[in-house]
């Protein structure tokens, strides 16, 4: 998996306007997984109220405890955007999660394609 390292940047830049995805594969030091669970079960229920938010789930990794495996789907990369933008993300998900990573994410950002 190829690792986008500035996501906002091309969310703000792209003429794109179709479904985006977006899939990050987390690391969270093994004796935090409880507290990362609780944080993702508010990110959760924060993030699916949002406007364009298609789909928004967490998986645990087949056999890596403490890897996670977030996948989203959004209405365009301006709903991404905003999301990425909000209150919720900026001061509490990404403060609240930065002492229970083990180490930097890798993402991967795409388009959806709807009808193949």
């Given at each position: 998996m190829d690792n986008i390292?500035?996501?906002g940047g091309?969310?703000?830049?792209?003429?794109?306007?179709?479904?985006?995805g977006l899939t990050?594969?987390?690391?969270?030091?093994p004796d935090k997984v409880g507290e990362y669970r609780?944080?993702?079960?508010?990110h959760v229920a924060h993030t699916m109220g949002e406007p364009?938010?298609?789909h928004f789930r967490v998986n645990d990794d087949h056999t890596t405890k403490g890897v996670f495996w977030l996948v989203?789907?959004?209405e365009c990369p301006?709903?991404?955007l905003t999301h990425l933008n909000t209150r919720w993300f900026q001061e509490e998900y990404l403060v609240r999660s930065a002492p229970l990573v083990?180490?930097?994410?890798?993402?991967?950002?795409?388009?959806?394609n709807l009808k193949l």
């Open positions: 390292t500035d996501v091309w969310l703000k830049t792209t003429t794109y306007t179709g479904p985006v990050v594969k987390c690391y969270i030091n609780a944080l993702m079960r508010e364009g938010v298609l989203e789907e959004w301006g709903a991404l083990q180490r930097p994410s890798q993402r991967a950002l795409y388009k959806v």
